[in-house]
Nanobody, 121 residues
Framework: QVQVVESGGGLVQAGGSLRLSCAAS????????MGWYRQAPGKQRELVAF???????TYADSVKGRFTISRDNAKNTGYLQMNSLRPEDTAVYSC???????????????WGQGTQVTVSS
């Protein structure tokens, strides 16, 4: 019913930038919140950034001042601008969206497949 697709990952040198996109599609009435998580090899998945429908944001301490989350409600798309990247930012980044479906008007959480971000030193 709802598909979430991330894009924009890749290989970048330390100090560089990447912009991730998260496009939600399907039988969407509205998206209440969106978030980005990441998981590095051998580590637990962690929240990177979160944005509400009203635009309020939350960031992990490790990315504050370097990453910016935003969204385009008209396009049901979220973004994660990542600047001053560090090798420790290397991980699979996954997008999640809390979407309300047209038919049921109920909110459910949906996940994308993830996109690899690799930062070389």
């Amino acid at each position: 019913q709802v598909q979430v697709v991330e894009s924009g990952g890749g290989l970048v040198q330390a100090g560089g930038s990447l912009r991730l996109s998260c496009a939600a599609s399907g039988s969407i009435f509205s998206i209440n919140a969106m978030g980005w998580y990441r998981q590095a090899p051998g580590k637990q998945r962690e929240l990177v950034a979160f944005i509400t429908s009203g635009g309020s944001t939350t960031y992990a301490d490790s990315v504050k001042g370097r990453f910016t989350i935003s969204r385009d409600n008209a396009k049901n798309t979220g973004y994660l601008q990542m600047n001053s990247l560090r090798p420790e930012d290397t991980a699979v980044y996954s997008c999640t969206a809390w979407a309300v479906i047209i038919t049921t008007k109920k909110e459910s959480r949906y996940w994308g497949q993830g996109t690899q971000v690799t930062v070389s030193s």
